[in-house]
């Protein structure tokens, strides 16, 4: 009989502690550890590149930690330029001769980064190509810039 009351004192001073831990008016900070934080762009790279009609072509780089990338389609020079000229300007991972993008848009050239996000560690490629605009070869000038 002393055996059972003990264990039933025993779990109504468990339930009570319990119920203290779960008070739903307590507060929780949750905190980010530097670490999973993307790093900052600290590196730009600058590339130049022949752009047929129809065409794409690819420039790779390599990231050490996850990080920030931010790519700026920033000049297209050549003759008979379309107005409102946009190319398709990505990011993906290079696969043997190519890149296939796991993103990408319309853009026109700036100073402003078109394509931004957080990847990383690993090889990444700029993938840039003809939108369907092109009508003679232009040279391309685009940056990468990453951590």
Known sequence: MFASRLLCVLACVVGIVCLTACDKN??????????????DATINESFSSALN???????????AQFGSVAIT????????????L???VGIGRPTGTTCTPSLS???????TPQ???DYGPGIFCVV?????????????DASVAHS
């Open 86 to 88: 946009t190319l398709n």
């Open 26 to 39: 307590a507060s929780t900070s949750t905190t980010t550890s530097p670490s999973s934080l993307p790093a």
């Open 53 to 63: 009609v129809n065409g794409t072509f690819f420039y790779s780089f390599s990231m």
């Open 105 to 111: 848009l319309a853009a026109s050239p700036g100073d």
């Open 115 to 117: 394509v931004t996000g």
């Open 73 to 84: 389609l920033t000049n297209i020079t050549g003759s008979d330029l379309p107005d409102g």
């Open 128 to 140: 840039i190509s003809d939108s369907g605009l092109l009508t003679a070869p232009v040279k391309v």
